[in-house]
């Protein structure tokens, strides 16, 4: 609640006046040196003016809460970060309304003490963001904004530009609402603890999130859960990236990627939003992948749901016939049970190390056109037992669910049809239980639905 607030009492702020070799401020909690402005008490500072090579620093006791309220600033620096939070319990930088602010780093970093500082912001300490105004950081070197402790943003309008991570946190990063433009050479929004499994997280609550990386969109060290927001990314990399478990419960997702579009080392969990997956070499990877609603797409050159590994771009490949015949992998699984899930994929359309598990939802998959993959690639078991299941694709590997399932599901092969060629399940009336168009050519198509009975 208290990071949300963007509140302040002009009457009990400090005013500080930036600008070149002339800042001003009339608190003794201020101490100004050529261009280095340094806070070193809990309160309230208004920040407004110019430096063209300075920076501020907070340097207060570790109880002190700090905020700093810009009102059209604009720091640049060409030796180490705009703002450094060397020290302090938390540290909340809103920007005031209509303002555009502007915090940059234009050199090489020279140290100024035992401190690592990479990054145009760089903090020690809790770090919060919010506000009405604007910031736009750039860091022509190193990261856009940077916390070694929680990094939280909760409102305002960020245009980040870095040439290493965008937004990074250690413990965390935390977003709740806000408009971020991301360009970055490596991750757009980074969270990372390398010695705490649990810490490390990235949680995405809102907001609206324009990315464009030259390695992961979003990632994550331990897990990474979205509860909403509205995300256009294009990376590199993943996507979406967690070294642990990635949930996703509601959002809407424009996902272009040069290799996977969602990615979990662990488990990914897909319970809502609208996901669009329009470019990827595998679409959706985990060790283990339940779907449980939600409307997803996927576009893939490879495999289009994964479970443990799969023909990645490291060239692993799958287990099935499809691929070289590797052993099942212990905890791999797919599980739909809601939700509709569309896949288009030159790979395999589903596969897993282990078992594939229909029991509800509506799943539509366009398949491989070469017969060296399959629609289904298993090396478990594959079990329907409620849902709608349709797809079509190549039948020289195709496999269909097995004899363990509950609801029938019938696999046909023909004579290879073309793209577009529509295709129905009709009952003994003529009356049609199913219909779609097989998006690529085809020689097999798998059916099943509730309406499906034995005899």
Request: with cysteine; proline share 1%.
């Amino acid at each position: 609640d208290r990071g949300k607030e963007v509140g302040y009492e002009e009457s009990e702020s400090v005013a500080i006046s930036l600008a070149d070799n002339g800042s001003s401020c009339e608190s003794d909690a201020v101490s100004i040196t050529e261009n280095t402005v340094t806070i070193k008490e809990e309160g309230t500072y208004i920040l407004s003016g110019s430096l063209s090579n300075g920076m501020v620093i907070v340097e207060a006791e570790d109880t002190d809460k700090i905020q700093l309220v810009l009102n059209g600033v604009s720091i640049s620096s060409t030796q180490s970060a705009a703002l450094y939070v060397r020290s302090a319990d938390k540290v909340y930088v809103t920007t005031v309304s209509g303002t555009e602010n502007r915090l940059e780093h234009s050199g090489t970093y020279t140290a100024i003490d035992e401190n690592n500082i990479d990054a145009a912001v760089f903090s020690k300490s809790d770090l919060t963001f919010n506000g009405e105004g604007m910031i736009t950081v750039t860091a022509q070197e190193g990261h856009g904004i940077v916390s070694k402790d929680d990094l939280i943003l909760t409102s305002g309008t960020y245009v980040i530009t870095s040439a290493s991570h965008g937004i990074a946190g250690k413990d965390s990063v935390r977003i709740s609402n806000g408009s971020y433009t991301i360009v970055s050479e490596k991750d757009g929004i980074h969270g990372e603890h390398t010695e705490d499994s649990s810490l490390g997280f990235v949680y995405l609550a809102g907001g609206t999130f324009d990315i464009k990386s030259q390695q992961d969109g979003i990632s994550a060290s331990s897990w990474l859960q979205a509860e909403g927001g509205t995300y256009t990314i294009d990376a590199e990399d993943d996507t979406l990236h967690s070294n642990g478990n990635l949930v996703i419960h509601d959002g809407t997702y424009t996902l272009s990627s040069g290799d996977d579009g969602i990615h979990a080392d662990s488990n990914v969990t897909i319970a809502g939003g609208i996901i669009d997956i329009a470019k990827s070499y595998e679409g959706i990877e985990g060790l283990s992948i339940d779907v449980t609603g939600g409307e997803s797409s996927v576009l893939a050159s490879d495999d289009g749901m994964n479970a443990a590994g799969g023909n990645d771009s490291s060239g692993f490949e799958g287990p099935g016939p499809g691929g070289d015949q590797f052993a099942s992998t212990e905890g791999a699984y797919i599980h739909i049970s809601g939700g509709i899930l569309h896949v288009n994929a030159s790979g395999d359309g589903i596969d897993s190390n282990g078992d594939i598990t229909v029991s509800g939802g509506e799943t539509y998959v366009s398949g491989p056109t070469n017969s060296g993959n399959g629609t289904l690639d298993y090396s478990g078991t594959a079990q329907i037992t409620g849902g709608i299941f349709v797809a079509s694709g190549s039948s020289g590997m195709a496999q269909n669910f097995d004899s363990s399932s509950t609801q029938g599901a019938i696999m046909v092969n023909v004579e290879e049809q073309e793209t577009n060629t529509e295709i129905a399940l009709l009952d003994i009336s003529g009356t049609e239980l199913l219909g779609w168009t097989a998006e690529k050519e085809y020689s097999s198509v798998i059916v099943s639905s509730p309406e499906i009975q034995q005899g």
